[in-house]
């Protein structure tokens, strides 16, 4: 009997010795801080959704359309801004938001540099650590002719395009572009469809003189104007 009452007590100071055990690794791993970094966030009461990019320095001495683009996508290295979160789920964001997407242009439409993009007016800002404010996107692009020669930069229009189907099938990850597109989510359309690949009427460029350096973690800051 002695023998049965000492095997069962042992039993017990075990089940309270893994217990507690476990126990402290749960607090352990409580207590440990995320290391996972948030890449966007929604905040659906200022109808607003900020996205982490980094400057990719390539683009304040060469031309591009694209203002920010998913890292993981096809054109992941195209663009002013590479972007930290993937186009599609920025796509949702969007439409979580009440956004309504355009989705009237073609790739068709690319070539001929005649439509503008619709859909939901959404106006665009960039920050980074230091700055202390939030400047419009237009702010830190500048743009030119194909031999070159400074242009004025027309005012910023950009609008939520959508194109969700040809995101998905191109796996571009446009987030943003600088003329009309037929697949960047969100795309300017002060610059109509064609007009820099197809007309080749103008080119832009990161001002280096007002984005921090190369690699440089920033802010862009997209929020629903209506």
């Not at 055990?21 to 440990?32: D, L, T």
């Not at 060469?62 to 203002?67: N, P, S």
């Not at 969700?164 to 300017?188: E, F, M, P, Y």
């Amino acid at each position: 009997m002695k023998k049965i009452i000492s095997i069962a007590a042992s039993i017990l100071l075990l089940g309270m010795v893994l217990a507690g055990c476990s126990n402290k690794q749960q607090q352990s791993q409580e207590s440990k801080p995320s290391t996972k970094e948030e890449t966007m966030t929604v905040n659906k009461d200022k109808k607003e959704i900020k996205m982490q990019a980094e400057v990719n320095g390539k683009y304040f001495t060469e031309g591009t359309r694209h203002a920010v683009v998913y890292k993981g996508g096809k054109n992941g290295e195209k663009s002013i801004l590479r972007g930290l979160a993937d186009e599609k789920k920025f796509y949702e964001a969007m439409m979580s938001l009440g956004a309504k997407p355009g989705n009237n242009l073609t790739a068709e439409d690319m070539k001929k540099g005649a439509k503008s993009i619709e859909g939901s007016k959404v106006n665009v800002f960039v920050t980074w650590d230091g700055l202390g404010k939030e400047i419009p996107f237009g702010d830190v692009i500048k743009s030119t002719d194909y031999k070159g020669n400074d242009l004025p930069l027309r005012a910023m229009d950009f609008r939520f395009g959508g194109n969700i189907d040809r995101a998905n099938k191109n796996n571009t990850g446009c987030v943003l572009c600088l003329d009309s597109c037929a697949t960047g989510i969100v795309s300017n359309a002060a610059y109509k469809a064609g007009e820099v690949e197809a007309l080749k009427n103008v080119k832009f460029y990161g001002k280096k003189d007002v984005l921090p350096k190369d690699g440089t973690k920033v802010t862009v800051i997209f929020r629903l104007a209506e």
